[in-house]
């Protein structure tokens, strides 16, 4: 299903403890080949910087369940300078959707110093870079929070389902810089681990079935929330 230009999935998430971790993983494990973006084993590290306009609409929004919704971060993966990508996650009602563009270097730099006219190069006229310096224009955009987890993902090409393990999260401190030698990553316990179901317009009933029998609560689970949280029960600040 497309909205806007952009291909509306289901997504659908649940807090889980080690031991329901390990029995949805065998489950799930057994029936889907894992996801070799992330390696032959489908395990990656993922490391966000989450952006934040003035009035912080992407942590009160999420707060107070806005049906319509969108947040701004800068993804890493394996904590490569290499690989930096801006993305926008929407939400819309019960749908997810993304868009997304690879930064260079001094690009990302450029943002961490509040410099966003690169933005406005009519290259990335109708792109999300454009969204990115309008919404900056508009809200004035700035560092968030870190957000660092490791990723176990499998995908089943019937329903372009995916399934994701994540856990061992933690939030960084000292530097607004994910590449920085001063930042430091803080463990956030709050949950053992998350896991998502992915899907386009249906869930094939073998999946569905898995995750029956192991007591599990849907909730609408924010990792980028759980560690502003963090900070701020820390009283501290990422920069």
């Not at 998430?13 to 799930?28: D, G, H, M, N, S």
Request: glycine share 6%; proline share 3%.
């Amino acid at each position: 299903m497309n909205y806007k230009n952009r291909r509306l999935r289901h997504e659908l998430k649940y807090p889980v403890t080690a031991a329901q971790c390990e029995i949805l993983r065998q489950r799930f494990g057994a029936v889907m080949k894992p996801d070799l973006n992330g390696g032959p084993d489908g395990k990656y590290r993922i490391t966000s910087l989450y952006l934040d306009d003035a009035y912080n609409s992407g942590y009160n929004d999420k707060l107070l369940g806005a049906d319509t919704r969108k947040k701004y971060r800068i993804r890493t993966y394996n904590l490569s300078p290499d690989k930096i990508h801006l993305e926008c996650k929407y939400k819309d009602t019960d749908m997810v959707s993304k868009r997304g563009a690879w930064l260079t270097r001094e690009q990302y730099e450029s943002i961490l110093k509040g410099d966003f006219t690169f933005t406005w190069d009519s290259q990335y006229s109708g792109t999300v870079i454009e969204d990115f310096g309008i919404s900056h224009s508009l809200a004035k955009l700035g560092p968030s929070v870190i957000v660092d987890y490791n990723r176990e993902a499998y995908v089943n090409p019937e329903g372009n389902v995916r399934f994701t393990i994540d856990s061992g999260f933690k939030v960084g401190v000292f530097s607004a810089d994910m590449f920085s030698d001063e930042v430091q990553f803080v463990p956030v316990t709050d949950i053992a681990a998350v896991i998502e179901l992915k899907y386009d317009d249906y869930l094939p009933s073998f999946l569905l079935d898995l995750v029956q029998g192991v007591n599990l609560e849907q909730q609408s689970v924010s990792k980028f929330v759980m560690c502003k949280d963090k900070l701020l029960t820390m009283n501290t600040l990422i920069i």
